[in-house]
């Protein structure tokens, strides 16, 4: 007799391959998503920071500068940098650059020194996020001298 139909053993194979390579592709997928959240959080982090990174530029210039930092605060030449961490944003003469919004401000510090005429002002924070894997640390030192 020629049958031409397909036996229970391969239907059972054939159902069992599909679910195995459903499931291959469904963990695959569920990584990419997670790759793309933290690559494009990170993004977002990155172009926040560089914008921060520009203003506080801009308020201290490089030579008769004067800063005094407190707590979560620099006083640079009349104008002021704050981090706010509550309000997960750096506030810079009265200006806002918030975080994006999946972001919050884990933990921060704000120092300045000087020696001579040589003087550094040292911003960090430490950024986390649900679509991060690992935490993201802006740690960047501005250079001006007296």
Do not use: H, R, W
Request: aromatic letters at 10%; glycine letters at 6%.
């Amino acid at each position: 007799m020629n049958n031409k139909g397909f036996t229970v053993v391969e239907l059972i194979a054939s159902f069992a391959l599909t679910m195995v390579i459903t499931v291959f592709l469904f963990e695959v997928l569920i990584e990419v998503k997670d790759i793309f959240a933290d690559t494009s959080t990170k993004t977002a982090i990155q172009q926040k920071a560089s914008i921060i990174s520009k203003n506080i530029g801009n308020i201290l210039p490089s030579t008769g500068s004067v800063v005094s930092c407190s707590g979560d605060s620099c006083n640079i030449n009349g104008k002021t940098l704050k981090i706010d961490q509550s309000g997960k944003k750096v506030v810079i003469n009265g200006q806002n650059f918030n975080m994006p919004d999946t972001v919050s401000i884990k933990s921060y510090s704000l120092n300045n020194s000087c020696n001579s005429s040589n003087c550094y002002l040292y911003v960090k924070m430490i950024l986390n996020s649900g679509n991060l894997k690992q935490e993201y640390t802006y740690d960047v030192t501005y250079y001006y001298s007296l």
